[in-house]
Structure formats: structure tokens, C-alpha cells
């Protein structure tokens, strides 16, 4: 069976992705209610904590820009230790309620721990390695280092990406046997997603950064129903994309096995 048959395949039944498209949406909606109600209730403590600061200068009431940034110094100087401990812990908090979500509605009962276990292990590696290059690119002026870190974080997110879906397709046979197949077909899905992902977020971005540089109050509404409707626009479509993934990982397996 040839790549081109098995992407034909993959993308010739939608109704078959359909529950998959479902949940996984769901549990994305739960993850983004969940996170930005944090992130409120996060700043609502800040804004608490200035409001009960003690400022030991001029009235803020009507102060120049100048007092008010000495206020702000003095807040961060007795507070900013705190608050970087808070943000870390929340982005910790919204990254383990991800994987949790995403294995217990994508794995089910009994493919949690495997799903769990590959999140955690592509977070890591990932990360891991977006610090390390990062660090080097902050280090070197010359713009090299930054061009050189995208090309490896980039073949390594495909590895990666690759690698987690035969282990939780239980496939990870394919590899001695079929990987020329397997980077055929996968390279295939994931340059798509790449590039839809690149269309749909760079034209939110540059609607956002036009929005930002005009006084226009029409563009900052078109700037914020172009990122409302890219949310979840993007939301279905790459839930789609992960279960045409799967499908293609499982299709390869079952003519191997064969």
C-alpha cells in the first residue's frame, strides 16, 4: 500500500474521526475555561496586592507616570520574588491539568498511563531542549546559534511527535520495518499542520499587531473576531488532523502485521 493511498484513506472518511473531533474539542474547552479562569483569578490577587500596599511617597491620585513607576518598583521589589513563584506555579498547574485531560480523554481508562507517560516524556525532551538552544541563542548575537536551534527543534519535534504516536498506537515495531513509510506519511501530515497552523495564527498575529500600532477601534474589533474564531477553528481542525495521525499509524500497523 502505497503513502499516497494511505493519506487517501485517512482523509476519505471524516465520519469515522467524528467522536474523536468531539472530545477532543471537549476536553480543550474544559483545559481553556480552566486556564483562563486561573489566570483572572491570578491577577485579581495581584491587583489585591497592590491595592493593600502601603506606598510611602505622594498620593497616587493624580501622580505622574514617574511616581507611579516608583510605586510599581516598590511593589515588585517587596513582592516579585512571590509573584514569579505564583506565575511559575500556575503555568505548572495548566501544563500537568493538559496532560491529565489529554490522557484521560484520548487514552480512556485503559490507554491513560501510556498517554501520560509520552506527554510528560515530550514535554520534557522538548522543553529540555527549547531551554538549552535558547540559552545559546540569548549568548550569541551573531542570530546563528537562534537559525541552527530552530532547524534541530524542528526535526526533533517531528521525531518526537513520530516516536509518541507508534508507542500509543502500539506500533513501534514500524520503525525497523516501515520507517521510510512512516516519515513519507508523517512528514506529509505534520508539514500540513504546520502550514495551516502557520496561516491561521500568523494572520491572528498580524491582525493583533495591527490592531496594536492603529487607534482605530474598528481594527482592534476585527483583530479580536479574527483570534475568536481562530481558537476554535483551530481547536477542530488539529483535533482532526491528530486522529487522521492515528488513523495512518493504525492503517500502516494492520498492513504489516498482515
Not at 474521526?17 to 475555561?33: E, P, S
Not at 512571590?82 to 489529554?102: D, Q
Not at 515530550?122 to 548575537?141: H, I, K, Q, V, Y
Request: hydrophobic share 60%; net charge neutral; with cysteine.
Amino acid at each position: 500500500m502505497s503513502s499516497g493511498s494511505i493519506l487517501h484513506s485517512c482523509f476519505h472518511h471524516l465520519n469515522q474521526h467524528l467522536k474523536f473531533i468531539f472530545l477532543d474539542v471537549l476536553w480543550r474547552l474544559i483545559w481553556l475555561v480552566c486556564a483562563v479562569l486561573a489566570a483572572v483569578l491570578a491577577v485579581l490577587r495581584v491587583i489585591g496586592q497592590v491595592g493593600a500596599m502601603e506606598w510611602n511617597g505622594p498620593d497616587l491620585g493624580g501622580s505622574s507616570p514617574i511616581i507611579l513607576l516608583a510605586a510599581l518598583r516598590q511593589f515588585w521589589d517587596a513582592h516579585g520574588a512571590t509573584l514569579l513563584g505564583e506565575m511559575g506555579l500556575l503555568l505548572l498547574s495548566v501544563l500537568i491539568l493538559w496532560v491529565v485531560l489529554e490522557a484521560l480523554f484520548r487514552g480512556g481508562r485503559k490507554g491513560f498511563w501510556v498517554y501520560l507517560g509520552t506527554s510528560i516524556g515530550r514535554l520534557s525532551l522538548l522543553g529540555g531542549a527549547c531551554a538549552f538552544f535558547g540559552l545559546l541563542a540569548f549568548r550569541d548575537d551573531t542570530g546563528g546559534t537562534f537559525l541552527i536551534g530552530a532547524v534541530v527543534m524542528l526535526g526533533l519535534w517531528f521525531l518526537v511527535s513520530l516516536l509518541e504516536t507508534a508507542i500509543r498506537r502500539d506500533a513501534v515495531m514500524l520503525f525497523a520495518v516501515e520507517f521510510p513509510k512512516l516519515l513519507a506519511v508523517f512528514g506529509t501530515l505534520l508539514g500540513l499542520e504546520m502550514f495551516l497552523g502557520f496561516v491561521l495564527w500568523g494572520s491572528a498575529i498580524a491582525a493583533l499587531m495591527g490592531a496594536s500600532s492603529s487607534s482605530d477601534f474598528s481594527a482592534a474589533a476585527i483583530a479580536v473576531a479574527i483570534v475568536a474564531v481562530a481558537v476554535p477553528f483551530w481547536m477542530v481542525l488539529h483535533s482532526y488532523l491528530v486522529a487522521i495521525r492515528f488513523t495512518a499509524m493504525d492503517i500502516i500497523n494492520e498492513e504489516c502485521r498482515r
